[in-house]
């Protein structure tokens, strides 16, 4: 056997990061630039779990405060868009300027019957970069003189969650692998990862290895013999409208409730084609309906928000989706990305999409090793994943 034989069947790094979403590929994108050999394997394709089913909402943290007070999860929000927007003018820690922004705002509008809370959440919540906007500025599709409620714009740029992926992949792809990384783990006494090994053969060694695999973390958890942490699910049953209304939705209706009843973004899908992706609190209900049941339930939703909208000739699909987290005690949402360190592994989840780069930050900080002198050849021998299609890509 050759050298070059021998090298090809070990691959060694300093990091090897787990699961090819958000989390693990703006991570990648940092440790990359911090001067460390780091690889980034992917089962299936880059994005293919939550990252490419989420709205694209770069959250602000106010449709957290909803019931009239700052709540953890909106304060840890608090700055998350100035990173992003930075990062979309290519003046941030990575380059996003290749990323579509589908709406520079969300906007939060209410239902006339919700005017009086409308105006508790008003006075008690709203900063200086939530605007209660005129009639004259209301977005198209509000300017209905059917439409009696209220709007406000809301700092939360929509982007394009296959965009992301793709500039977040871009730099570095060489370094990229397609493979499951847990076909084949070998662990010592104290669950330190010795290697992983590929269906071919190819053993994989790092200082560290990170998971930021989503609900994939689950399946390294259940091998560790002293797990320190456990994941929890929370499901959603999200729903695609399918139409020919050219006007945009990207808002939170808000109900009664500090959940929205509805999060509406657009995704034009052709030429005159769109489609309104729904989350929101109906997804969250839904999770208890059969598909039948959340359209029926959706098409009434919509029917009284929308009345002066025609969406008789509207095509529906949905699909459940499960949120990976670290557990909480109650079951509840986590109001930050969270990472557990221990011996040479790091198991994160980012908990929203907007988190990615704070994630990233904390991981960094943490990060207990020094850069060896990996030699990565490009031409490793693994297949190379590809860039998840959008859910309504292959829905309709």
């Not at 700092?155 to 730099?171: F, G, N, T, Y």
């Not at 499960?322 to 221990?342: I, M, Q, T, V």
Request: hydrophobic share 40%; charged share 25%; net charge neutral.
């Amino acid at each position: 056997m050759t050298n070059r034989e021998i090298f090809m069947k070990l691959l060694e790094t300093d990091i090897a990061i787990v699961g090819g979403g958000i989390a693990g590929l703006w991570l990648f994108n940092r440790v990359k630039q911090q001067g460390f050999s780091a690889i980034l394997l992917e089962s299936d394709a880059l994005g293919s779990g939550q990252t490419i089913k989420s709205q694209g909402i770069i959250h602000g943290g106010m449709k957290y405060a909803l019931l009239g007070e700052m709540t953890e999860s909106a304060r840890a929000l608090n700055n998350i868009p100035n990173i992003w927007r930075a990062c979309l003018e290519g003046n941030g820690e990575i380059d996003l300027s290749s990323v579509s922004i589908l709406s520079s705002a969300q906007y939060l509008w209410t239902t006339s019957i919700l005017s009086k809370f409308a105006g508790i959440f008003a006075s008690k919540t709203l900063k200086s970069d939530t605007k209660k906007l005129e009639k004259h500025e209301y977005p198209e599709i509000f300017r209905s003189p059917l439409f009696k409620g209220e709007v406000y714009a809301l700092d939360e740029m929509v982007l394009d969650a296959r965009e992301i992926v793709q500039a977040l992949a871009e730099p570095y792809r060489e370094y990229i692998y397609k493979m499951d990384p847990l076909h084949d783990i070998s662990l010592d006494e104290n669950d330190h990862i010795i290697s992983l090994k590929t269906s071919d053969g190819i053993t994989i060694k790092a200082q560290k290895y990170i998971f930021t695999a989503g609900s994939g973390n689950e399946q390294l958890l259940k091998k560790l013999k002293n797990s320190p942490l456990a994941m929890q699910k929370r499901p959603l049953h999200m729903v695609m409208v399918k139409h020919d209304i050219a006007t945009p939705v990207y808002g939170h209706c808000l109900g009664l409730s500090a959940l929205p009843r509805l999060t509406i973004t657009t995704h034009r899908i052709s030429y005159d084609k769109y489609i309104w992706y729904i989350g929101g609190q109906i997804a969250e209900a839904g999770v208890k309906r059969d598909r039948v049941a959340q359209i029926d339930a959706t098409k009434k939703e919509l029917q009284e928000l929308f009345p002066w909208c025609d969406l008789s000739r509207a095509e529906y699909s949905s699909f459940f989706v499960d949120r990976a987290e670290n557990k909480e005690p109650d079951g509840s949402r986590p109001a930050h990305c969270y990472f557990k360190d221990f011996g040479n592994i790091i198991v994160a989840w980012p908990t929203k999409l907007a988190f990615a780069p704070q994630l990233a930050a904390e991981i960094l900080k943490q990060l207990n090793i020094t850069p060896a002198d990996c030699h990565l050849d490009d031409n490793v021998l693994l297949p190379r994943p590809n860039i998840a299609n959008l859910p309504w890509e292959s829905m309709f």
